[in-house]
């Protein structure tokens, strides 16, 4: 008669392991996105408050200071006539930086769309 005993062992010491392989992988992409939302959330902001300094020339520097309180990096930003663009970076430990893009400015002499 054979003894077959450690079989359970084993496929449970399988499925565990498969097990802490997959939550391992969900939690680190759950990570990502929940990155890449506030990099895309730092990058409106700091788009808004720099169109809001527009007038008065400081719109990169008040951009930046909207992108750190947010525990964001500005990258870019480029002011062009109206317009400010700004791109953040959000490092996500050793998986990289999570990256987003943002635009905002006057509304004023852009067509409405109707």
Do not use: K, W, Y
């Not at 450690?6 to 392989?21: D, M």
């Not at 947010?70 to 663009?85: M, N």
């Amino acid at each position: 008669m054979r003894r077959e005993g450690g079989f359970v062992t084993v496929a449970v010491l399988g499925l565990a392991t498969v097990l802490v392989a997959a939550s391992a992988l969900l939690a680190t992409l759950g990570t990502v996105a929940v990155a890449r939302h506030r990099a895309a959330s730092a990058a409106d902001l700091a788009a808004l408050a720099g169109a809001r300094h527009l007038l008065d020339g400081t719109a990169c520097e008040a951009a930046a200071r909207v992108a750190r309180a947010a525990t964001a990096v500005l990258e870019d930003c480029r002011v062009g006539g109206s317009d400010v663009t700004v791109q953040v970076g959000i490092r996500v430990g050793l998986l990289g930086t999570a990256r987003a893009r943002a635009r905002a400015g006057s509304a004023a002499g852009r067509p409405t769309g109707n």
